[in-house]
């Protein structure tokens, strides 16, 4: 490879693998996108229950980002007290087969990435 086409993956905002993985990919935002794409539509108290070991702070961090890339939709109902629906957008849906290969694949290689990581100990 040439210095030509490496240079695409140096700035965050030239590259969009980069950029749209700084989003999503922490651990937590694929996890919420899975969840929903399971139940379709939360609460946040049910996201909350689901994941579990999330805190609320980092829950409420995460579903604003999701939003903003518009991966999920917040659906505010006024009513006391309000009530606060998530669901996955279309954008969210085109993304879960992709996850999906993902969560595939570390089903299927799991055990021997733990025997290599012990083995690296």
Same mark, same amino acid.
């Given at each position: 490879?040439?210095?030509?086409?490496?240079?695409?993956?140096?700035?965050?905002?030239?590259?969009?693998?980069?950029?749209?993985?700084?989003?999503?990919?922490?651990?937590?935002?694929?996890?919420?996108?899975?969840?929903?794409?399971?139940?379709?539509?939360?609460?946040?108290?049910? /996201?909350?229950?689901?994941?579990?070991? &999330?805190?609320?702070?980092?829950?409420?961090?995460?579903?604003?980002?999701?939003?903003?890339?518009?991966? /999920?939709?917040?659906? &505010?109902?006024?009513?006391?007290?309000?009530?606060?629906?998530?669901?996955?957008?279309?954008?969210?849906?085109?993304?879960?087969?992709?996850?999906?290969?993902?969560?595939?694949?570390?089903?299927?290689?799991?055990?021997?990435?733990?025997?290599?990581?012990?083995?690296?100990?």
């Amino acid at each position: 490879m040439n210095e030509i086409n490496l240079e695409k993956y140096v700035i965050t905002e030239d590259c969009p693998v980069r950029n749209v993985l700084d989003r999503f990919g922490d651990k937590w935002s694929t996890l919420i996108i899975l969840i929903l794409g399971d139940v379709e539509t939360l609460r946040f108290n049910e /996201i909350h229950k689901h994941i579990g070991s &999330i805190s609320q702070k980092m829950l409420t961090v995460t579903l604003k980002k999701l939003e903003a890339d518009d991966l /999920i939709k917040r659906t &505010i109902y006024p009513q006391i007290p309000p009530k606060v629906e998530y669901n996955l957008t279309e954008r969210g849906k085109s993304l879960l087969p992709l996850i999906q290969n993902l969560v595939d694949w570390a089903n299927e290689n799991i055990i021997e990435i733990k025997h290599s990581r012990e083995r690296k100990q």
